[in-house]
Nanobody, 123 residues
């Protein structure tokens, strides 16, 4: 089992920045990919960014490329730096971990989820 805890969400004005963190615990030795997803009200959960835990290779949704950056901080944590935030980035952001490698297709098959952290971008 893997446990994931997000932190760093909040309220920011458009054009501002936020940094989300995710701390993992438990049996993470078999995890190949860490990722961020988000879900806005009335919308389906969507992929935001992913990181290969062994190579640190990253993958981003087109909507966040050039604005968001995902990195591995240490053996058990990673972060998502979000710059130039837009109102349409408003959502609950979820940290995720999976045994599969990037790209993470089939969101429904993602193995572990955090509880989510709210990001609100005001216009």
């Amino acid at each position: 089992q893997v446990q994931l805890v997000e932190s760093g969400g909040g309220l920011v004005q458009a054009g501002g920045s936020l940094r989300l963190s995710c701390a993992a615990s438990g049996s993470i030795f078999s995890i190949n990919t860490m990722a961020w997803f988000r879900q806005a009200p009335g919308k389906e959960r969507e992929f935001v960014a992913g990181l290969s835990w062994s190579t640190s290779t990253t993958d981003y949704a087109d909507s966040v490329k050039g604005r968001f950056s995902m990195s591995r901080d240490n053996a058990k944590s990673m972060s998502l730096q979000m710059n130039s935030l837009r109102p349409e980035d408003t959502a609950v952001y979820y940290c995720a971990a999976d045994y599969r490698r990037l790209p993470l297709n089939a969101i429904g098959a993602v193995r572990y989820w955090g509880q989510g952290t709210q990001v609100t971008v005001s216009s």
